[in-house]
T-cell receptor
Framework: GQNIDQPTEMTATEGAIVQINCTYQ??????LFWYQQHAGEAPTFLSY????GLEEKGRFSSFLSRSKGYSYLLLKELQMKDSASYLC??????????FGQGTELSVKP | KAGVTQTPRYLIKTRGQQVTLSCSPI?????VSWYQQTPGQGLQFLFE???????NKGNFPGRFSGRQFSNSRSEMNVSTLELGDSALYLC?????????????FGPGTRLTVT
């Protein structure tokens, strides 16, 4: 079966660092994506990992461990505009993404 | 470069009717994937089209169908609408739908079935 787990919601303070975890069990694995989705808007791409290790892109970093079926998204220097849903998705077959339920992040002043 | 566009943005239909949604991918993108998003189930994959052929399919009933045209534009059709079909329908395009290509999402079509 296909299963992707991430926390339902998280709260953090402006200026702080937050880590959003994602664990997955899928029949195939061709890479893991993180998307950000603000309420009422389409998901937007944040990061992609296919090899183990850390990918850094500005304030956002994403880590992958294929042997553990685990990834995390790290957000630094949190801003109010980072309040959104963060979606972990596994590409297990061509153009097919399997999404987790999303983590609703609230950034408070 | 224009983004992914979807029409219509909002739609209200009655149970039993059918509906057709349209998606125009980013220029040069040949793969179009469709997703259904609901509060309870999250984002679920419907199907993917590449070069006018359905390449992948999710676990949705046969009432959900789609097609892709030679210009890569795609349509999805839902027949005999049910209340549970009320959702945000998102399409996403990518260069080839290959493993490493990110998918760019359109703004979605909000379908309400009454």
């Amino acid at each position: 079966g296909q299963n992707i787990d991430q926390p339902t919601e998280m709260t953090a303070t402006e200026g702080a660092i937050v880590q959003i975890n994602c664990t997955y069990q899928t029949s195939g694995f061709n890479g893991l994506f993180w998307y950000q989705q603000h309420a009422g808007e389409a998901p937007t791409f944040l990061s992609y990992n296919v090899l183990d290790g850390l990918e850094e892109k500005g304030r956002f970093s994403s880590f992958l461990s294929r042997s553990k079926g685990y990834s995390y998204l790290l957000l630094k220097e949190l801003q109010m505009k980072d309040s959104a849903s963060y979606l972990c998705a596994v590409n297990n077959q061509g153009g097919k993404l399997i999404f987790g339920q999303g983590t609703e992040l609230s950034v408070k002043p | 470069k224009a983004g992914v566009t979807q029409t219509p943005r909002y739609l209200i239909k009655t149970r039993g009717q059918q509906v057709t949604l349209s998606c125009s991918p980013i220029s040069g993108h040949r793969s179009v994937s469709w997703y259904q998003q609901t509060p309870g189930q999250g984002l679920q994959f419907l199907f993917e089209y590449f070069s006018e052929t359905q390449r992948n399919k999710g676990n949705f009933p046969g009432r959900f169908s789609g097609r892709q045209f030679s210009n890569s534009r795609s349509e999805m059709n839902v027949s005999t609408l049910e209340l549970g079909d009320s959702a945000l329908y998102l399409c996403a395009s990518s260069l080839s739908g290959g493993m490493s290509y990110e998918q760019y999402f359109g703004p979605g079509t909000r379908l309400t079935v009454t």
